[in-house]
C-alpha cells in the first residue's frame, strides 16, 4: 500500500521532477504533486509525494527531514489525511 508524504519549505525551484528524483534515491515514487493554493492556483512552497511502500516512505523521511534543498530547510513527514 503506498504512503504519501508532505514536503514543506521548498524553495522556488522545485519541481516534481526534482522532487521525484530526490526522493526516487530512497525508493519508488509514484506521483509528486505540487501544493497549490485552492483559489489562486499559485503554487505554495511544499509538495506530496506518494512514495509504493511504507518502508520507501520512512527512509524518504529519515534521509530527507530537514535537508538542505537549494539553501532552504525541507521539512518532510507523513501526510495527513484528507477531512
Do not use: Q
Not at 7 to 18: D, K, M, Y
Amino acid at each position: 500500500m503506498s504512503t504519501r508524504l508532505y514536503a514543506g519549505n521548498l524553495p522556488i525551484s522545485a519541481t516534481a521532477e526534482t522532487l521525484a528524483t530526490k526522493f526516487g534515491k530512497f525508493g519508488t515514487v509514484m506521483s509528486v504533486t505540487l501544493d497549490r493554493h485552492p483559489v489562486t492556483g499559485l503554487v505554495r512552497p511544499g509538495a506530496f509525494i506518494e512514495m509504493r511502500d511504507a518502508r520507501d516512505a520512512a527512509r524518504a523521511i529519515d534521509g530527507l527531514n530537514f535537508a538542505n534543498f537549494d539553501g532552504r530547510v525541507m521539512s518532510v513527514s507523513k501526510a495527513l489525511a484528507a477531512v
